[in-house]
């Protein structure tokens, strides 16, 4: 049988550094589990545009659309600030998201025991926490028609429109029960049914999906209450479902609960292709971190949880997956920490290639 195929794209300032600890990572796994992955690099981003003069080749994207998941760095930089917009870096990965049809983007708010000193919130709030967000990407606000600013009278008017068919609804919820049945079987659906007939239907579609997941405790929320609850007590949460705009808000708090921009992972996903794997993008949550790009001072662990990702939802690699994120639950108990993780005067950060050292290290560790 032929190996799973996996395309990485690493993009932009920091993205390569980063990307370069989990290509030794995958290496690992290929000589020391037997897991080998027909691994393909390409551009995309800025690299793209330089390359080609646009920020996805339509080569990269026929690829894309063959392997079974992505791996992408990051985009963008202030070198590519002043291009037209159509062809700015973002939009090789936006490309990507629509081309791929990814309508479930799946964000991880994990704190590790090691950085709970590093939330906004009390110690005992955020320690353990483990939550899911399930948020629509493809539909919504952002998206629906009519949208413009046109002239009303003598001023003018900002229109958007939040749009939901059931199809796109039923989908999202599917893949977020899915998700609920291989983790704690909790789900909560957030809308905001008491002043939006968008919401009103995504609860009864939910609740219809809902029928079909028997062992899911299924309950539902107004997005506003969630995010106070969010804040207040996020440990009652299992796995959270919402729409494009209230996910988009929703996750960045949940993500902020565990401290730092360069622990957080993601994963986009779409229907399932003819082997039965949805197609999948993986990609950390930070950007391109144009200030720090260069120095050796990325953070790589990010883009190494975005790998575990992909070894559990699209390689069905659920233990390789958890051995990965306790090897880098280890590192970070032991004290190895890149400088956004610092907090004590005086000790010396470690770069980010000693952090993949020390992640290679703990896996060894693990066998
Ligand atoms: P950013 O995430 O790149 O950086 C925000 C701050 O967090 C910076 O101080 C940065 O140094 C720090 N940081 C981020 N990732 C880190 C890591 N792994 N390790 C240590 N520190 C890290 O966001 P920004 O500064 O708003 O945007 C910079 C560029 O990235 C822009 O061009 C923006 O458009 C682009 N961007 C891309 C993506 C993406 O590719 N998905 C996402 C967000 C922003």
Redesign the pocket.
């Known amino acids: 049988m032929a190996n799973p195929s996996l395309l990485i794209l690493p993009?932009?300032?920091?993205?390569p550094e980063?990307m370069t600890e989990v290509s030794r990572i995958i290496d690992w796994f290929g000589t020391k589990r037997g897991i080998r992955f027909d691994v393909s690099e390409d551009l995309v981003?800025g690299a793209a545009y330089d390359a080609h003069g646009t920020p996805l080749h339509d080569d990269t994207m026929a690829k894309a659309q063959e392997v079974d998941a992505v791996l992408?760095?990051?985009?963008?930089?202030?070198k590519?600030?002043a291009l037209d917009f159509s062809v700015k870096?973002?939009r090789g990965?936006l490309r990507l998201r629509k081309e791929m049809d990814l309508f479930a983007n799946l964000r991880p708010a994990q704190c590790f025991d090691a950085l709970s000193d590093f939330s906004s919130l009390k110690k005992d709030v955020v320690s353990g926490l483990d939550i899911m967000i399930v948020r629509e990407l493809t539909s919504g606000v952002y998206f629906g028609e009519p949208r413009g600013i046109i002239e009303e009278g003598n001023e003018r008017v900002g229109i958007n429109t939040q749009r939901y068919t059931e199809s796109e609804i039923d989908r999202v919820a599917r893949s977020a029960f899915d998700l609920a049945m291989k983790r704690n079987k909790k789900l909560c659906s957030m809308e905001k049914a008491n002043v939006m007939e968008s919401g009103i239907l995504w609860r009864e579609v939910v609740t219809e999906v809902g029928k079909d997941y028997p062992e899911v405790e299924l309950s539902h929320m107004y997005a506003d209450a969630g995010a106070m609850q969010l804040t207040r007590w996020p440990k009652q949460f299992d796995v959270i479902v919402t729409d494009n705009l209230f996910g988009d808000l929703l996750s960045d708090l949940a993500a902020m609960l565990t401290g730092?921009?360069?622990m957080l992972p993601s994963a986009s996903l779409g229907k399932p292709m003819e082997n039965g794997r949805p197609k999948a993008l993986y990609?950390?949550?930070?950007?391109?971190?144009?200030?720090?790009a260069g120095q050796g001072?990325?953070?790589?662990?990010?883009?190494i949880l975005s790998l575990a990702m992909a070894l559990r939802y699209s390689f069905d690699l659920g233990d390789e997956a958890t051995r990965l994120e306790e090897a880098v639950e280890q590192v970070l108990a032991d004290g190895v920490r890149?400088?956004?993780l610092l907090n004590v005067e005086g000790a010396t950060p470690a770069t980010t290639s000693q952090m993949g050292d020390a992640v290679l290290a703990a896996l060894d560790a693990s066998l």
Request: aromatic share 2%.
């Open positions: 993009g932009d300032g920091i993205g980063v981003g992408l760095g990051a985009v963008g930089g202030p590519y600030d870096p973002e990965l730092s921009l360069g990609e950390p949550v930070h950007g391109s971190a144009p200030d720090i001072k990325a953070n790589p662990c990010a883009c890149t400088a956004d």
